[in-house]
């Protein structure tokens, strides 16, 4: 609910803050002193139209803030956050500005927030109900219609349609994307790649292929050069490096202080003998093979040309492969599959049928009892011969319901949103509330009581203050009747001076609501008489709150 506003520089008003509670409070003061500027400014925080003629004579731009508490109800989502500070800049000359927690805002963004928090019934476009898809909802609620049923349905056939439309209906194309797949597939698969390794070991053997005499010559040299084997006699000492180690082992043979060398050296010979013998036997396995370092080469390419067009590597081939075999499947059962979907889909959509038919029953069954009740709270609300009619037209499921009103005798009955007249349409709203109690947690209502008096004015109270209950209701009235059932009033007086015209807001004690009354009641706030009537007003209205 909105539990501050700070207005300034806004209409005659100079400057505003106002804290005030929950259920019922009212607004009221002389006509003229800018009871409706309290309306003005809390539109303009929902997302309301901000006209640069707002703007205070003198002062170079309005500001409207306000801190709305979250969890008393209405539409909020759980997630969101218990305070919420919401502020509008008016500036006399360029574009309005929207913050919301001290973040600059779009006006679509506004609007959607302001949408959760508060809904305005008067002579204001910001009115939830009048939208086609409110009025639908409400419907819906007061009939206790389950949707979702219906919308299992829609999604059903929505996926077999898609489904189907990813199957192709080009048969056609379906026929040329058959041959392309069936192409790679049979390129892929004649490949016969033996794993994603085996580029790699083709190069090895391409490597060893492609210079076989070159790898036997160095071979044989390191096998000479490591065990004397095949090479020249050696003009030194030590032919070889098995020579070398064999006479450094018998040097230090025995000596305990070179036992670690002794064993190490030990050591090194059995490795140097090992390794000749690994470099003769590969060098001897190497043999100039031409034929096959031309196969090896012929295999690198065409693996070459399957990852240039299939992928970076063979893992990305063998994967695509994969992928290119499911939906070869697909394309040569797409007959089968089609009809099975085919299938489906009909079966989907009688489902869906059924299920908007007994939506459009039940909504039509229900809006003539809805009207029925709009109505009948109309005629408590000084509106008895207004006729209230429901419409539920289009195909099933009846998705274009409105709400139509005829004011007076002899008049057909309109849509809401062209009723001339803000009082009488702030009534109906407010008659449509009474029934429909699930709204935004804060209501206001201006001009609702334009044109009625006496028992229908106490009746208009009575009916707000219930609003109150459940709601934080906010109205701007002239009526005393009315403004005797609410919890807290709010008087808007203009004060001037030789230089300006301003308007001051005060919450009123128990006392200064009896002046106030007796003010709108006989235009004598000193009247006795009339004083005592105002006590009378507030004491009845208070007793029937407290029941």
């Not at 470099?279 to 370092?293: F, K, N, S, W, Y």
């Not at 196969?295 to 994969?322: C, F, M, P, T």
């Amino acid at each position: 609910m909105l539990v501050e506003l700070a207005v300034r520089d806004l209409g005659v008003i100079a400057e505003l803050r106002l804290v005030l509670g929950g259920s019922m409070t009212v607004v009221t003061g002389e006509t003229g002193a800018g009871k409706t500027m309290v309306v003005d400014a809390i539109e303009l925080l929902v997302g309301g139209r901000a006209d640069p003629m707002m703007v205070r004579t003198g002062a170079d731009e309005a500001w409207v803030e306000g801190r709305f508490v979250r969890g008393t109800g209405g539409h909020e989502a759980a997630d969101a956050p218990d305070e919420v500070v919401v502020a509008r800049a008016i500036p006399r000359s360029g574009r309005s500005r929207a913050y919301i927690d001290g973040r600059l805002a779009t006006a679509s963004e506004l609007a959607n927030l302001g949408g959760l928090l508060v809904d305005l019934h008067g002579q204001h476009a910001h009115q939830s109900l009048l939208h086609p898809t409110a009025q639908r909802d409400a419907l819906d609620r007061f009939a206790g219609i389950d949707l979702a049923p219906l919308r299992a349905a829609r999604v059903a056939v929505h996926d077999l349609v898609d489904e189907l439309a990813k199957m192709g209906g080009d048969e056609r194309a379906r026929a040329r994307e058959l041959d392309l797949v069936r192409y790679q597939v049979d390129e892929i698969d004649d490949a016969a790649i033996t794993g994603p390794d085996e580029d790699d070991e083709l190069e090895a053997v391409e490597d060893a292929l492609a210079d076989a005499a070159a790898h036997r010559e160095a071979a044989a040299v390191a096998v000479a050069a490591l065990s004397g084997d095949g090479a020249e006699p050696a003009t030194d000492a030590v032919a070889s490096v098995a020579d070398a180690v064999g006479v450094a082992v018998a040097a230090v043979a025995g000596r305990r202080p070179f036992a670690g060398a002794e064993e190490r050296l030990r050591a090194l010979a059995a490795e140097v003998v090992d390794v000749a013998g690994e470099l003769r036997t590969v060098g001897e396995a190497i043999d100039e093979d031409p034929e096959r370092l031309e196969q090896v080469r012929q295999r690198r390419h065409l693996l070459h040309e399957l990852r240039r067009k299939y992928g970076e590597s063979l893992a990305d081939v063998i994967a695509e492969g994969d992928r290119l075999r499911a939906r070869l499947d697909e394309l040569e059962g797409h007959d089968q599959r089609a009809a099975q979907l085919d299938e489906a889909l009909a079966e989907a959509r009688q489902v869906e049928a059924a299920e908007a038919a007994k939506v459009a029953a039940a909504r039509r069954a229900a809006a003539p009892d809805l009207a029925a009740r709009i109505q009948a709270n109309l005629v408590e609300l000084a509106m008895p011969k207004a006729v209230v009619a429901i419409e539920v037209q289009g195909d099933d499921p009846g998705d274009d319901v409105e709400v139509r009103l005829a004011a007076n005798p002899g008049t057909p009955p309109l849509p809401l949103s062209k009723v001339a007249s803000g009082g009488e349409l702030a009534r109906t709203m407010l008659a449509l509330r009474l029934v429909l109690t699930d709204a935004p947690p804060t209501l206001v209502f201006d001009e609702v009581d334009a044109g009625i008096g006496g028992a229908a004015a106490v009746a208009v109270g009575r009916a707000l203050a219930r609003l109150g209950r459940e709601h934080q209701v906010l109205v701007v009235t002239h009526l005393p009747q009315v403004a005797a059932y609410a919890d807290a009033q709010v008087r808007v007086a203009k004060h001037s001076d030789e230089s300006a015209t301003v308007s001051r807001v005060t919450v009123l004690d128990h006392d200064e609501r009896v002046v106030e009354l007796s003010r709108m009641l006989s235009g004598q706030p000193d009247s006795e008489a009339a004083r005592t009537h105002a006590a009378e007003l507030l004491a009845t209205a208070a007793g029937e709150r407290g029941r």
